[in-house]
């Protein structure tokens, strides 16, 4: 039915859950700037972090989008400085891979999924990755879910300073691929970042409700809704076959 097969990722083909309260979480990452000369108690390092952070999603993106998104690793970098540290982007890679991992509870693929990127790959279809989310993360649990070879493209928010829903982060997917809004379809469990930014640039949609949904929306207008997470009923919604 569609050319092109346009997925979200975390909520739509992977759930996960992740903690950032955990004292534990600060403890360890407070002894990892510890060994590289930036000392933090663990409250201090996560109140700094909140507050960078925040500092962070303020200040507007490259063309003033209206969703902004930023670069995490930039975060981790100015815990180093802010303590007087030069860190290079080895570092801070090593640094926010090893936050993420201890603030994770599990990441694990939906079941179906891999069989359902077979078929559609079977069939000739195009399939592509627009996420919201950060590519220091993203990219490396791609590939520990074994699927980061499964898409014609991927595309992450932080890469490009924007995310869903805006338009931009839209445009930019369809003129990187040469793709036409009408032979797409938009894949997601969001009603508001995936259904209606990919709607409002003319692609078709399909809602699906996952335990990642920020709430069952009744009035969530998409082409095809889902009402709970299943691979199966959507392969055949889609006649995924």
């Not at 970098?77 to 603030?103: N, S, W, Y």
């Not at 990187?176 to 969001?190: A, K, S, V």
Request: one cysteine or more.
């Amino acid at each position: 039915m569609y050319k092109n097969y346009i997925f979200d990722f975390y909520g739509t083909l992977a759930d996960i859950h992740t903690d950032e309260e955990k004292r534990t979480v600060w403890e360890k990452m407070s002894l990892f700037y510890g060994y590289y000369g930036a000392l933090y108690a663990p409250e201090e390092l996560k109140k700094e972090y909140k507050n960078l952070t925040a500092e962070c999603r303020k200040r507007p993106g490259q063309n003033y989008e209206a969703h902004p998104e930023i670069r995490i690793e930039k975060v981790f970098q100015a815990l180093f400085a802010a303590k007087g540290i030069p860190a290079d982007e080895a570092l801070v890679l090593h640094a926010g891979q090893f936050f993420r991992v201890l603030t994770t509870e599990y990441i694990r693929l939906y079941k179906g999924v891999i069989p359902m990127l077979k078929r559609l790959r079977a069939q000739g279809k195009k399939i592509y990755l627009l996420s919201n989310a950060q590519r220091i993360f993203t990219e490396y649990e791609l590939q520990l879910l074994g699927i980061a070879g499964c898409f014609d493209g991927i595309m992450i928010s932080s890469d490009y300073g924007v995310k869903k829903p805006d338009r931009i982060f839209f445009e930019r997917l369809l003129e990187t691929y040469h793709l036409q809004p009408q032979d797409c379809i938009m894949i997601g469990n969001d009603a508001e970042t995936d259904i209606a930014g990919a709607a409002g640039i003319g692609m078709d949609t399909c809602y699906i409700h996952s335990n990642l949904s920020p709430g069952y929306d009744t009035l969530v207008k998409a082409t095809y809704i889902l009402e709970k997470m299943n691979i199966g009923q959507l392969c055949r919604l889609l006649k995924i076959t």
